[in-house]
T-cell receptor, first 111, second 112 residues
Framework: GAGVSQSPRYKVAKRGQDVALRCDPI?????LFWYQQALGQGPEFLTY????????KSGLPSDRFFAERPEGSVSTLKIQRTQQEDSAVYLC?????????FGPGTRLLVL | DQQVKQNSPSLSVQEGRISILNCDYT??????FLWYKKYPAEGPTFLIS?????DKNEDGRFTVFLNKSAKHLSLHIVPSQPGDSAVYFC???????????FGTGTSLTVIP
């Protein structure tokens, strides 16, 4: 499989727990994006990396959200002290030019 | 504030007929538009795109039309097939930015 992969596919967390979501982009794709998709909504932008540089994090909803891509490949989205409103599908996408290719997402449920 | 809108949450079409999915946007800076298809428990899959320098792009059964003056785009699927049943998202971006703005999706059901 040469597509974008994400793990875990499903995560249940108790309120207040920290979670880490992983994204493996398509090999050679310079750009990597994280989106949050709430039920019944379209994906909403969280943050963008070009190689290891985080160029835009304007969509991160609070300082509890943190993303990194230290070697310009795999990326991790970390959510600290999870809240119920963080429950959503977190999508990762990568691109080389204009079209973004999405992974299957991680469905996070915070109880 | 929703910059990309899909006002029809659902659409049902008979197999073999045309499906028309609509999308409106408000930001005149958008110059690149895409349609994604999403099955349950999967990520969105890229379907077709169009740049603002064109008003039509065709790929097999799928055609996207762009009306810049109306800030409107549509996806035509003809003939529709049961396997086309999915949620369709339109997305837009501006060359000055990096993110895509998505609509809320239209759930298409193609009835055999």
């Amino acid at each position: 499989g040469a597509g974008v992969s994400q793990s875990p596919r499903y995560k249940v967390a108790k309120r207040g727990q920290d979670v880490a979501l992983r994204c493996d982009p398509i090999s050679g794709h310079v750009s990597l994006f994280w989106y949050q998709q709430a039920l019944g909504q379209g994906p909403e932008f969280l943050t963008y990396f070009q190689n290891e540089a985080q160029l835009d994090k304007s969509g991160l909803p609070s300082d509890r959200f943190f993303a990194e891509r230290p070697e310009g490949s795999v990326s991790t989205l970390k959510i600290q002290r999870t809240q119920q409103e963080d429950s959503a599908v977190y999508l990762c996408a990568s691109s080389r030019e204009e079209t973004q290719y999405f992974g299957p997402g991680t469905r996070l449920l915070v109880l | 504030d929703q910059q990309v809108k899909q006002n029809s949450p659902s659409l049902s079409v008979q197999e073999g007929r045309i499906s028309i999915l609509n999308c409106d946007y408000t930001n005149s800076m958008f110059d690149y538009f895409l349609w994604y298809k999403k099955y349950p428990a999967e990520g969105p899959t890229f379907l077709i795109s169009i740049s603002s320098i064109k008003d039509k792009n065709e790929d097999g059964r799928f055609t996207v039309f762009l009306n810049k003056s109306a800030k409107h785009l549509s996806l035509h699927i003809v003939p529709s097939q049961p396997g086309d049943s999915a949620v369709y998202f339109c997305a837009a971006s501006a060359h000055t930015g990096n993110q895509f703005y998505f609509g809320t999706g239209t759930s298409l059901t193609v009835i055999p």
